[in-house]
């Protein structure tokens, strides 16, 4: 391994170490919980995301060694391949990003336990990013065949997450803040820990907020389909038939500011996608290079935020070697009728390469913190000048693989793949940039 793919891929090793649920719930769980105010009685957890089965097995340790008296329980929803061992919190493995069956009946398990909490009980919910799709219980009404399709539509239209989570959140029983909701009825006490995947770290938009107040409405979901010319022709009907009773007042809308006054109901962002750029940051200034963070709430089309970065890295040619590092999550549109292979990490990549052909000093890696870059089971990609040699080599025409949406193919070509597996957390994506010195 040359000692540039070796920085790149430390950096990345860095950025995901810093959110490690192991780490991190413990040290959470004993600020909350503080020595001699420790949980009595039952505790319910319950949670959903691509971390959150790893957030269950260290609460389980930690309950272990600290509440050796309380009775834990409870059933927590992961992506498929992202389970850890746990003794008394159920793990259920279901579809991610388009809801399954499997998805369904877990929601439909945490909505009934939530449901029979008493008031002296604590409920614990451990929410990390794709919890959105795996919570999916939909109103009554809807199927989840119309939550299937709803959800392809919404990935293919280029709608950023956060537009479509404002639509899946008007669509759940339990999104939106409604979990929190059902034990707000009870007098409950809720601590929700969350790993942030998304631009901005708020409750409301981690994992589309089950225990946070929302600050969209009905009418927002509605416009958001209108946008990308999501009409009657080709959304399920239910579907728009439901948020329609919701814009008229005839459904509640999703929970606010104002459902939460006397609640017992607290957020706690304990991993954000800064901490980690912070972590690779660090970690390059050790090498030599001059950290430079771009922020964590970059998005854009992949293709497009490619050239954009390209053009920052030409501004900061030096004669000390610098680090661009950024994160946030940017989008890919898939013309109708192309399936593509990849991800916005690996087309992101496959743009910046492509802009940078005359820049024989720049290396760089994107690539998904969860460890799952899009279709295929990278987590990204990365490049130096000898991959770049072996691309010219090879005859590769980065264009042609942009064009059919194929970086996969492209970096699998010059064995330049990022392949984690899954990394059981999810801070968002993660890109580095290195430019050395000519």
């Known amino acids: 391994m040359s000692n540039l793919q070796t920085i790149l891929k430390k950096a990345f090793a860095a950025a995901v170490a810093v959110a490690d649920p192991q780490i991190i719930v413990p040290e959470y769980l004993a600020q909350i919980f503080p020595k001699g105010q420790e949980p009595k009685g039952r505790c319910l957890v319950v949670g959903a995301g691509k971390a959150s089965a790893s957030m269950a097995s260290a609460l389980e340790r930690h309950a ?57 009980d604590l409920l614990i919910a451990l929410i990390s990013g794709g919890g959105s799709s795996l919570l999916t ?6 199927s989840i065949e119309d939550m299937q399709k709803t959800t392809e539509l919404l990935l293919r239209s280029g709608a950023p997450i956060e537009e479509m989570n404002v639509v899946r959140k008007h669509l759940s029983a339990i999104l939106g803040g409604n979990l929190a909701r059902l034990a707000i009825k009870k007098d409950v006490r809720v ?16 994992a589309s907020g089950p225990c946070a107040p929302d600050y969209s409405t009905y009418q927002d979901a509605l416009n958001i389909l209108t946008q990308y010319h999501l009409d009657e022709n080709i959304i399920p009907s239910a579907v ?20 939460l006054q006397g609640a017992r109901v607290t957020n706690h962002v304990i991993a954000t996608a800064y901490k980690s750029l912070e972590a690779a940051a660090e970690y390059v200034q050790t090498q030599g290079y001059e950290p430079i963070i771009l922020g964590d709430t970059i998005t854009g089309e992949a293709q497009e935020l490619g050239i954009e970065q390209s053009l920052i ?8 070697p610098v680090a661009l590092i950024s994160g946030g999550e940017c989008t890919v549109t898939l013309p109708v009728g192309l399936k593509g292979r990849g991800g916005r990490c690996s087309e992101f990549l496959l743009s910046l390469f492509s802009a940078t052909g005359d820049l024989p000093h720049l290396s760089a890696l994107a690539a998904d913190t969860d460890g799952i870059d899009g279709s295929e089971k990278n987590a990204g990609a990365w490049f130096t000048p ?3 040699q072996q691309a010219q080599t ?9 064009t059919g949406h194929d970086c996969y193919g492209f970096f699998a070509e010059l064995d330049a793949l990022v392949e984690t597996g899954p990394t059981l957390t999810n801070v968002n994506d993660f890109r580095i940039i290195l430019i050395d010195s000519q």
């Open 240 to 259: 728009l038939r439901h948020l329609n009773q919701g814009c008229s007042g005839a459904l509640p809308e999703t929970l606010k500011e104002v459902d």
């Open 191 to 206: 601590e929700a820990l969350l790993i942030s995947d998304v631009t901005g770290d708020s409750p409301a938009d981690i």
């Open 394 to 402: 090879q005859g590769l025409s980065p264009q042609e693989y942009l």
């Open 386 to 388: 000898e991959i770049r």
């Open 313 to 320: 890295a030409r501004q900061q040619m030096k004669q000390i």
């Open 137 to 142: 219980l939909p109103q009554n009404g809807i």
């Open 64 to 120: 272990q060694d600290c509440w050796p008296e309380v009775k834990l329980e409870g059933v927590v929803l992961t992506r498929y391949g992202h389970h850890s061992p746990t003794q008394h919190i159920q793990i259920i493995e279901a579809g991610h990003p388009v809801p399954d069956q499997a998805g369904m009946d877990g929601a439909q398990a945490i909505f009934d336990l939530v449901s029979h909490l008493k008031s002296d």
